[in-house]
């Protein structure tokens, strides 16, 4: 299941439904209907499938067009086995099961008298058990014992001939955990390049790069303020190169003096001052010839992106999914 929720990662959704598709991957799967929507009429048909809970009002559409829903309550099941009935169909869900992230799924007690009630329900075709895992990327004692949960919990059940489809693993799962009784996993950031875990990334390749261009190339002289608060001074005379980006790009405001470096001309240069909304300025005093127009890379195959989460103090997920409708996405192929 290619993991494609938030505009795959912010890189834009339609563009990386379609080319996942293409590479026979047997689910999508998306935060929300909204989501799903835009694969379908993008003309993706990839079964869909809805990572987080529905809302009731949703759930004849979800019904009507096959999404597959992860079922988290009683109530859910009970709400989309009466709409399949209405819509004389058989829906495919899942049952979640809350194995230690705390945030939707059966918790874990009674779990045989739970799955018979679903059983019950005879519209709905109960065809996988999948749970998430919280801390793959940071706790990995937690992370091996919780592998063993979900399989004496798919045990407890059945066990693995029960259900067709089983999964447990985020990309930190699937780097880094023997799958056992799983048979599906649910990659999101490794997809865009990015491993979880550092020891991994050397087997991937960055997809997104995040670039500007030059705007302006000044000589200031010692003394001189840089940037909204003055944060930065010149204390010699210093080239400074305007470039065209900022925190409205969804570039992070946070790595405002924070030491983050852009690359122009197959160089490391300084940013200087605080980020603005459209621009911010970079130290070329030290390059060879800096020129308007020239490209600037903010993070890609020379800057990692893992090194500007860290100096925003966030992770990559967020720069990923922060990047703006502002900042055109173009593909190569
Ligand atoms: C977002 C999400 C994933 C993907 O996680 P990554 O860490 O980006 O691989 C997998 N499963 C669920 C339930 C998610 O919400």
């Not at 058990?129 to 592998?147: C, M, N, R, W, Y």
């Not at 690359?263 to 605080?274: C, E, K, T």
């Not at 020379?302 to 990923?320: L, R």
Request: with cysteine; net charge negative; hydrophobic share 40%.
């Amino acid at each position: 299941m290619a993991v494609v929720k938030a505009g795959a990662y912010g890189h834009g959704l339609e563009e990386i439904a379609k080319t996942l598709a293409a590479q026979q991957i047997d689910f999508l799967g998306v935060a929300n209907v909204g989501e799903a929507r835009r694969i379908r009429e993008a003309g993706v048909q990839t079964r869909i499938y809805l990572l987080g809970a529905t809302w009731s009002e949703e759930r004849a559409e979800i019904v009507a067009r096959d999404w597959t829903p992860c079922i988290s309550s009683l109530q859910e099941a009970e709400h989309f086995n009466r709409l399949a009935q209405l819509q004389a169909k058989r829906l495919r869900v899942h049952i979640a099961v809350d194995t230690g992230m705390g945030r939707g799924g059966f918790v874990v007690d009674h779990l045989p008298e739970t799955l018979r009630q679903l059983e019950s329900f005879s519209h709905l075709e109960i065809e996988g058990i999948g749970s998430h895992l919280p801390s793959a990327d940071e706790d990995e004692a937690f992370t091996v014992k919780q592998f063993a949960r979900f399989h004496e919990i798919i045990d407890s059940l059945g066990g693995a001939a029960r259900f067709k489809w089983r999964h447990l693993a985020n990309s930190a799962g699937l780097l880094g955990y023997e799958q056992g009784l799983c048979n599906l996993s649910r990659p999101g950031l490794m997809l865009y390049g990015v491993s979880p875990l550092p020891e991994f990334q050397g087997n991937l390749a960055t997809v997104m790069t995040l670039k500007s261009r030059v705007t302006l190339v000044r000589s200031l002289p010692a003394g001189h303020g840089v940037s909204y608060g003055r944060q930065f001074v010149t204390t010699k005379p210093t080239r400074v190169a305007t470039v065209g980006i900022g925190y409205g790009d969804g570039y992070p405001r946070h790595v405002s003096g924070k030491g983050a470096d852009v690359w122009i001309r197959g160089q490391r240069l300084p940013i200087l001052g605080r980020i603005t909304m459209d621009q911010m300025m970079v130290d070329v005093t030290a390059a060879v010839e800096v020129l308007e127009g020239d490209e600037v890379e903010l993070f890609g195959a020379n800057i990692p992106v893992t090194e500007i989460a860290e100096k925003a103090e966030t992770i990559v997920w967020e720069i990923f999914t922060g990047i703006t409708p502002r900042v055109v996405r173009q593909y190569l192929d």
